[in-house]
Nanobody, 115 residues
């Protein structure tokens, strides 16, 4: 069993920054990927960014150059630094842990960007 606890969401003005954190606990295996997805009202959940245990990253085109994903393996924690936020970044952000072909999700944290 895996638990994912997110923090760091909130309300910010356009152009501002936020940092999301997600700590994983439970049955964590050595080789995994962690990441962030988001879901805006009326839209499907979409990829934001992922990072492997060896720090190979993947970003959605919409956030490249503005968001940075990082992780601390010893703490099983992943971070998402979000800069130059736009109104269209408003969504619930979900943390993901992918291991052994199975995805575990956090409860989500709301990010609201006012224009």
């Amino acid at each position: 069993q895996v638990q994912l606890v997110e923090s760091g969401g909130g309300l910010v003005q356009a152009g501002g920054s936020l940092r999301l954190s997600c700590a994983a606990s439970g049955s964590i295996f050595k080789f995994n990927a962690m990441g962030w997805y988001r879901q805006a009202p009326g839209k499907q959940r979409e990829l934001v960014a992922t990072i492997t245990q060896s720090s190979i990253t993947n970003y959605a085109d919409s956030v490249k150059g503005r968001f940075t994903i990082s992780r601390v393996n010893a703490k099983n924690t992943v971070y998402l630094q979000m800069n130059s936020l736009k109104a269209e970044d408003t969504a619930v952000y979900y943390c993901l842990l992918r291991q052994l072909g199975y995805d575990s999700w956090g409860q989500g944290t709301q990010v609201t960007v006012s224009s």
